[in-house]
């Protein structure tokens, strides 16, 4: 996906594109590149790659949601900033925040954040079932991009959603993963509101954005210990 692909996709995605928006990228890219020689950020370092895997993938979740009308976004297992910090540089008006438990990667994102001058997102190096437990009722919108199976997932993260806010995932093929989450669902009173299936543009690898929808204040027993959570999912 090149300069102009990108623009053009985006486009579609009802997302106007400014020259201080892609002067953003282009640092955030370079970056990217330079510390992955040292840490292990990415496996996709080829540009055009990157632009439509990583750039245009993280923005994709405008098809779930209205980002114009969110005011706070948890990205948890950020990595390298996908999907919250590239939303970050197209929604200046939401306050971002990125969790990760690699202090590498959380000093990485301090470095493009500062580099690129921006000032709605907040960066915190933590595990996310110590922080989810700190962060009750507190986002519009919490976020994951493959970091682990749906139903652990959201044990880990529901609760720091807004009563009638989402969780919403974005995946590959979800199939499996959504049948093995109906208990889950149940058991922390969520709503699947809906599943939406695509196909990335160019390469047309299959994509899934998942939005569950919080429809009670999640019980005081979730999430459990995290080594019950793995060992035993719901």
């Given amino acids: ?25 282009n640092i ?13 950020l990415t496996g996709i370092t080829v540009e055009k790659e990157v632009y439509l895997k990583h750039f245009y993938d993280s923005l994709t979740i405008v098809k779930a949601i209205n980002l114009n009308k969110v005011n706070t976004i948890c990205d948890i297992g950020t990595g390298a900033g996908f999907p919250g910090l590239v939303i970050a540089i197209f929604f200046p008006d939401i306050k971002v925040t990125l969790v990760d438990s690699l202090r590498k990667r959380i000093d990485f994102l301090n470095i493009v954040i500062n580099k690129i001058n921006i000032n709605n997102v907040e960066t915190i190096h933590d595990r996310i079932e110590e922080f989810s437990i700190k962060h009750i009722n507190e986002y519009d919108v919490v ?8 139903n652990i997932l959201l044990e880990l993260s529901i609760n720091m959603v807004k009563l009638d806010g989402y969780f919403i995932a974005l995946k590959g093929n979800v199939k ?29 690898s299959y994509r899934s954005i998942v939005k569950i929808k919080k429809i009670k204040n999640t ?10 959570i793995k060992k035993n999912p719901l």
């Fill in 1 to 25: 996906m090149n300069r102009d692909e990108f623009i053009l996709e985006l486009e579609k995605l009802n997302i106007d594109v400014t020259e201080e928006e892609l002067d953003k990228l």
């Fill in 28 to 40: 955030y890219y370079n970056l990217l590149i330079d510390y992955n020689k040292v840490m292990n």
């Fill in 143 to 150: 976020t994951s991009r493959a970091v682990a199976k749906l």
């Fill in 176 to 204: 499996e993963e959504i049948e093995n989450s109906k208990n889950a669902i149940n058991l922390l009173d969520c709503k699947l509101e809906e599943i939406i299936d695509f196909y990335l543009p160019i390469e047309n």
């Fill in 219 to 228: 019980n005081s027993k979730y999430p459990r210990k995290f080594d019950k």
